[in-house]
């Protein structure tokens, strides 16, 4: 017995020796390209070689029997073979890797959607570049006037996307409803977000023909997303020509806490920056931001975002129409309360739920008459998405808001304009990828309105396929339905949600480092409100017979990779719309559009000096507008806008602490924009109406900042 | 029967010893692969052997750490930046898969530290702020594991000889530091042969340069 073991294990120890297999081959991808590099082993062994740079590889092994060779390669999908190595002396083999798809290389649907991201890889912009961007000065919704499909209109503020008005663009934050995002506006005057970029890890940008999840605005949509869990204790203090700011975070195991706050004024700016309009109080204000992040149990996440501030300004305000000088006061006052809990429920379902409350009151004093508005919005909204399996993903969601809107005119009397809607909407959607290449979704959204007694049904439509390794075209079309804007609503609320008809088509090449997007698109209006004249009260002066269209095509190009250093995209875009809604006796390109856009965005570094300067040029051509004193209806033209925006960001060490300083300097070249004209709404003696020019209320604006890292 | 289940428990210690030896004997002879490669070939060569290692010797660690370590070097050579991705994409890998192994290893969030400015170093003004805090919290966690690695000083030291001024970094800044992780690599002792080593030369080299910067 015992020498029959001890000769069988010699023979085990020795067989290996005897009875080598001597391995060769070569390894190439598709197009019979050498994989220099390539890991060519058996699993279970040490042994194994590299293919060199003909892809050629070699080794013996010792091993016996049925074996898993194995050949990896990066970038590339890892291949097994079955191999006897019994009765073989050599082998030799061909290996042929397929290439995997990198998450980069997936195909992503993105008609019509920018997507600005600090997680994701494969984005547009990042929130660094909107903080950056000196036409932006320092607002989410100024960055996104440097984006293709976005219309310069100086005297708004607000996001005008496609031939879309102001109000056509819903924002929301982590995918919930913000009914008031811009602080109250001054007449003739650009307003600006409620929201500091900082707070934010990223937004998306929809120019049209988004999804599903998505309801109540006709144009476009941006949801701008929240930090998770903050795992940096920090703090820093900021002292400006407008203003202080301070913030604050707090970090523990499982939650983390930032408080912010900031007190602005304009009063020192208004006087280093001439101003082009008479303001009797400087615009000023305090803001408080609170956020709150809580791990809950093993995959939830609770966030708390709170905001509240207090504007008040006061200007003296020629009004063109009446021939009058005004003094006008406005104060207002509002807060947003954002509560969402994500979480796993079981193995496969996410659910989403969150809760706002979203209050604002303006207060317009115009002697002898003041208009008080209260606005006040609750949402709550409930989502699942689950994976069906590895190619289909689902997502089911309601939600409901509920509004009320009230309005007081005090004007030679006590008026009261109040109404309340609660809105209930539901939406399905399926994103099925029928491979790596090839990507559908198909979506539906209802939405039933208790103030507009009408219900919509519309559905929602995307594809995208990948033409190249980096390339990809895609397509969207879809319904939007939006109820008339609140202006309408509280003199008529019998009028039905307007609507649009979109398709986008998309071709886009994207690296990490470069970007080049063409999108042309169609849009049809209908149902848009028409009356027949401004502010007028009684309800039957209102209909939805008003119609319009939109086409057009947006360029973008971005390259963060040619120049060292150095960051620089251009956007363009042409449209061609015309409306007739309002009180238009005809269709006409409405005021607010104009043919061509162009931005160009130049950011450097200068190592040496330590500077990161950032310059932008933007331009829009001529917009109409309608002078009564020529025949035909907008029958005028402005000039085209140009602006040179400039901000210079100097890194040094203050009280031996990190600090920055930053420069901004907007309309650099003073140019004199004229955004349009009001006239005089009666002729004077010689039978001429009398206009102003709409112009931006400073020609050049400077403002300096001081930021310190505690 | 008695006797065979004797032979059987022998001939398994036996096989175990020597299987030990023969990991001992791939990884000293890679490791010396590895701080001998020069072009990228070689160093895919090496990092091959150690994933090949890595997928037997399941429990340990070690091999993943270098495989990790030879994928920086090829990023710190790769001119194409979504090369330079792909490979620190593996580097990654291999080091997730090394925690997976050990949770509590000084040197494996050393390496995270190491990773971080090759990837900043592709898209320095947009990653930079995201990246920079990442890489501090990896070398804090990796001197609360172990106060004494020395790497962990040596890599704060050249990150401050290349920060601006401004940010506390320079030259001037920087010479303490590398004096610092000098009396460390003094006074280091690795926890086994094949444990990491590295560094002590770079490091002399370095405060060497950062003296006459200092001096002038």
């Known amino acids: 017995m015992k020498s029959v073991m001890l000769f069988f294990s010699l023979q085990l120890l020795l067989s290996g020796a005897f009875a080598q297999v001597q391995l060769s081959g070569k390894v190439t991808d598709q197009k019979k390209n050498a994989l220099c590099g390539a890991n060519v082993y058996f699993k279970n062994s040490y042994e194994g070689a590299t293919a060199d740079s003909t892809g050629k590889f070699k080794f013996k092994t010792n091993l016996k029997g049925l074996n898993v060779l194995t050949v990896s390669f990066i970038g590339y999908i890892t291949v097994f073979q079955e191999l006897n190595l019994d009765s073989l002396k050599s082998k030799d083999l061909n290996i042929i890797l397929q290439e995997s798809e990198s998450q980069i290389n997936e195909v992503v649907i993105n008609a019509g959607a920018f997507e600005a991201s600090d997680e994701k890889k494969a984005v547009i912009l990042r929130m660094f570049d909107v903080a950056t961007t000196p036409s932006a000065q320092g607002d989410i919704f100024g960055a996104l006037g440097s984006l293709p499909g976005v219309q310069k209109v100086g005297e708004d503020g607000r996001v005008f996307v496609r031939g879309g008005e102001g109000y056509e663009t819903k924002s929301f934050i982590d995918g919930m409803q913000v009914n008031t995002p811009f602080l109250s506006k001054m007449p003739d005057m650009p307003t600006r977000g409620r929201f500091s970029p900082l707070l934010f890890s990223g937004t998306l940008f929809s120019t049209g023909a988004y999804s599903a999840e998505f309801g109540q605005a006709l144009s476009s949509i941006v949801d701008m997303k929240t930090d998770g869990i903050e795992n940096e204790e920090k703090s820093s203090i900021s002292i400006m020509t407008v203003g202080v700011m301070g913030s604050t975070t707090k970090c523990w195991k499982r939650a983390s806490l930032s408080v912010s706050g900031d007190y602005v004024s304009s009063a020192l700016s208004n006087l280093i920056n001439k101003q082009q309009v008479d303001w009797t109080k400087s615009p000023s204000g305090i803001d408080g931001t609170v956020m709150y992040r809580q791990k809950t149990g093993k995959t939830g996440l609770y966030k708390f975002f709170g905001t509240m501030n207090s504007n008040s300004s006061g200007l003296n305000y020629f009004n063109t129409q009446a021939d009058i000088n005004q003094n006008i006061l406005l104060n207002s006052g509002s807060f947003y309360l954002n509560n969402s809990w994500n979480t796993m429920v079981g193995e496969k379902w996410m659910m989403k739920s969150g809760m706002v409350w979203n209050y604002d009151r303006q207060k317009f004093n115009v002697d002898p008459t003041r208009i008080v508005t209260t606005k006040n919005m609750v949402q709550c909204k409930l989502d699942f998405h689950r994976p069906i399996n590895e190619e289909t993903e689902l997502k089911l969601g309601g939600d409901w808001v509920n509004y009320t809107y009230k309005q007081q005119i005090l004007m030679g009397g006590d008026y009261q304009l109040p109404f309340t809607n609660n809105e209930l909407s539901g939406f399905a959607e399926v994103e099925y990828k029928l491979s790596k290449k090839f990507a559908t979704r198909l979506g539906t959204r209802f939405e039933y309105s208790t103030l507009l007694k009408e219900s919509t049904l519309v559905p929602r439509f995307s594809m995208a396929y990948k033409t190249g390794n980096q390339s990809q075209v895609s397509l969207a079309c879809g319904q939007f339905y939006q109820n008339p804007e609140d202006d309408y609503l509280k003199f008529a609320p019998q009028l039905s949600p307007e609507k649009a008809n979109h398709a986008v088509m998309t071709w886009q090449y994207q690296t990490d480092l470069k970007t080049f997007r063409v999108e042309t698109y169609l849009k049809k209006y209908s149902n848009l409100v028409k009356y027949t004249m401004p502010l007028a009260t009684n309800p039957l002066d209102y209909s939805n017979s008003g119609s319009g269209h939109a086409e057009g095509i947006d360029f973008f190009w971005r390259d963060k990779e040619t120049f060292k250093l150095t960051d620089y995209w251009i956007s363009y875009s042409w449209i061609n719309s015309q409306r007739d809604y309002r009180d238009y006796p005809e269709a006409a390109t409405p005021t607010y559009v104009s043919a061509h856009n162009l931005s160009l965005v130049y950011k450097r570094f200068f190592e040496k000096v330590r500077t990161y300067a950032a310059v932008t040029y933007s331009f829009a051509s001529n917009r109409p507008y309608h002078d009564p004193n020529l025949s035909g209806f907008m029958n005028a033209k402005t000039p085209s806008y140009n602006d040179i925006s400039l901000s210079l960001t100097y890194l040094m060490e203050l009280f031996g602490k990190q600090s920055v300083l930053h420069l901004m300097v907007n309309n650099l070249a003073a140019f004199d924009n004229v955004y349009g004209y009001n006239f005089s709404n009666t002729p004077d003696s010689s039978g001429h109406y009398e206009s102003t020019p709409i112009k931006s209320p400073y020609v050049r604006q400077v403002i300096l900042l001081v930021s310190i890292m505690l | ?216």
Not at chain 2, 80 to 99: I, R, S
Not at chain 2, 166 to 188: C, W
Request: cysteine-free.
């Open chain 2, 1 to 216: 029967m008695k006797k065979l289940t004797i032979i059987l428990i022998l001939v398994s210690l036996f096989s175990k010893g020597f299987a030990n030896e023969a990991y001992e004997k791939a990884m000293s002879q890679s490791i010396e692969k590895l701080f001998q490669a020069k072009s990228i070939p070689e160093y895919v060569e090496v990092a091959n052997q150690f994933e090949r290692i890595s997928n037997i010797e399941k429990t340990e660690w070690l091999p993943l750490y270098y495989a990790s370590f030879a994928y920086i070097m090829i990023s710190f050579q790769e001119t194409e930046n979504v090369k330079k991705d792909q490979n620190l994409d593996q580097a990654q890998k291999y080091l997730d898969q090394a925690l997976t192994i050990d949770l509590n290893e000084s040197e494996l969030y050393m390496l995270q530290g190491f990773l971080y400015p090759s990837r900043i170093a592709i898209d320095p003004m947009n990653r930079g702020i995201t990246l920079m805090p990442e890489m501090n919290k990896a070398l804090n966690k990796a001197l609360e594991l172990n106060p004494d690695n020395p790497r962990v000083y040596y890599l704060r030291a050249t990150m401050t000889f290349h920060m601006p001024e401004a940010y506390g970094g320079g030259a001037a800044k920087a010479l303490p530091l590398y004096q610092i992780a000098q009396e460390k690599f003094g006074v280091f002792k690795p926890k086994t042969a094949l444990s990491p080593n590295w560094g002590k030369e770079i490091n002399e080299t370095e405060l060497k340069n950062t003296l006459e910067l200092v001096k002038q």
